[in-house]
């Protein structure tokens, strides 16, 4: 049973167009990441949640947005989306980090495509 | 952050063992080391993570050195299924929670 699910597995928008892609996860995790895959290269982490704690990376742009409005849910908001945005978008989730047990769970992502 | 480099690609034989190694010079007393890999078009699956002492679970072993300054991943018989891009990450346990990917190792399996 898919643990982590990201919804849908291809989404194609138009240049400018805003788009929201979607996470949930059955773990009950705390933290909640998203990352940006382009073709042949290594994720990219975008920001991430632990519970309501918002933490963006420095060079994550202003075009990228999230929510995370439950432990459940989490949304990746491109507010225009640009060529340059097409990408494989991760979802991933991990319990509480300072555990020695604690690892991330992937979902299957999702492609963006901008036409 | 601390970062991890491992090598671009390797090449292994059906069956036989790989050694996938990982250099973290700048590790802290408290990162764990771990291991993730990607399938073609599926997300990062956990593999293995240690901290000081050598691992073993069902998928593979973990060998870290004793300065903690490197690591290698073992797979014991590589199988064609076993091709995909193995990640090497530094994962502290105290301030901002979060994994950075290296650039990870591309394992091509010849049968």
């Known amino acids: 049973d898919a643990m982590v699910i990201q919804n849908p597995r291809y989404q194609v928008t138009q240049f400018g167009k805003p788009v929201t892609l979607s996470c949930s996860q059955t773990?009950?995790?705390?933290?909640m990441y998203w990352y940006q895959q382009k073709s042949s290269q290594a994720p990219k982490l975008l920001f991430h949640?632990?519970?309501?704690?918002?933490?963006n990376e420095a060079d994550t742009p202003d075009n990228f947005q999230s929510r995370r409005p439950n432990t459940s849910f989490c949304f990746l908001d491109i507010r225009s989306p640009g060529l340059g945005d097409a990408a494989m978008y991760l979802c991933?989730?991990?319990?509480?980090?300072?555990?020695?047990?604690?690892?991330?769970?992937f979902g299957s992502g999702t492609q963006l495509s901008v036409l | 952050d601390a970062k991890t480099t491992q090598p671009n690609s390797m090449e292994s034989n059906e069956e036989e063992p790989v050694h996938l190694p990982c250099n973290h010079s700048?590790?802290?007393?408290?990162?764990?080391i771990h291991w993730y890999r990607q399938l073609p078009s599926q997300g990062p699956e956990y593999v293995i993570h240690?901290?000081?002492s050598n691992v073993n679970n069902r998928m593979a072993s973990l060998a870290i050195a004793e300065d903690r300054k490197s690591s290698t991943l073992i797979l014991h018989r590589a199988t064609l299924r076993d091709a995909a891009v193995y990640y090497c990450?530094?994962?502290?346990?105290?301030?901002?929670?979060?994994?950075?990917f290296g650039t990870g190792t591309r394992l091509k399996v010849l049968a």
């Open positions: 773990l009950n995790h705390n933290v």
């Open positions: 700048t590790i802290s007393g408290t990162d764990y």
């Open positions: 990450i530094l994962r502290g346990t105290s301030g901002t929670y979060k994994y950075i």
């Open positions: 949640y632990y519970d309501k704690d918002f933490n």
């Open positions: 240690g901290l000081t």
């Open positions: 991933a989730t991990s319990t509480s980090p300072e555990g020695s047990n604690e690892k991330l769970f």
